[in-house]
């Protein structure tokens, strides 16, 4: 069964904590992306990677920090510098960056 | 960069009715035009898209048309069924590949299927 996986589906997170989404995939893509949403707005590109051990910074990067080893693997770290990270967090794939993106299921980030 | 908007924000139609969702985009080199359903609590969905060769493509109730001289694509859904009801989201690209291939995605459309 091959897509993209997000974990978790709820995380919570204190003040001045860093946490870490999980997004993994089994499609053999090279690209991968991170996007941010927001009730009510479209999806924003936080940061994308063409290939392993290559990452790019997107539109609303300050903040986060991503890292991409494997290439199966693109984890995204929500850093205390992050100072309204409550939204919905969306991973994607593409066989090569431009190319159709498929969504894994997202991850809910909330504030205590 | 590119920017692509989107129309209408939200939109009401009562079942079996039609429904358009139109996008404009701004880059003359984008050539690749998808569309996705997002329901609710869960992630985007592509459900059709086109390239910048040809001026439409259908899937049984779900079409869209592409106008390269005006720079705007649509959506088009026919005999709409409440389970059609989700927020949809136009994206457009420069294509494969491409150095400047990211998507750059509309800010969505609330469709709302009353039975």
């Known amino acids: 069964d091959g897509g993209i996986t997000q974990s978790p589906k709820y995380l919570f997170r204190k003040e001045g904590q860093n946490v870490t989404l999980s997004c993994e995939q089994n499609l053999n893509h090279d690209a991968m992306y991170w996007y941010r949403q927001d009730p009510g707005q479209g999806l924003r590109l936080i940061y994308y990677s063409q290939i392993v051990n290559d990452f790019q910074k997107g539109d609303i990067a300050e903040g986060y920090s991503v890292s991409r080893e494997k290439k199966e693997s693109f984890p995204l770290t929500v850093t205390s510098a992050q100072k309204n990270p409550t939204a919905f967090y969306l991973c994607a794939s593409s066989i090569v960056r431009g190319e159709t993106q498929y969504f894994g299921p997202g991850t809910r980030l909330l504030v205590l | 960069g590119e920017n692509v908007e989107q129309h209408p924000s939200t939109l009401s139609v009562q079942e079996g009715d039609s429904a358009v969702i139109k996008c404009t985009y701004s880059?003359?080199?984008?050539?690749?035009f998808p569309w996705y359903k997002q329901e609710l609590g869960k992630g985007p969905q592509l459900i059709i898209d086109i390239r910048s060769n040809v001026g439409e493509k259908k899937d049984q109730r779900i079409a869209v048309t592409l106008n390269k001289t005006a720079k705007h694509f649509s959506l088009h859904i026919t005999e709409t069924q409440p389970e059609d009801s989700a927020v949809y989201f136009c994206a457009a690209s420069k294509g494969r590949g491409s150095t400047l291939g990211r998507l750059y995605f509309g800010r969505g459309t609330q469709l709302t299927v009353w039975p």
């Open positions: 880059d003359s080199a984008s050539n690749y």
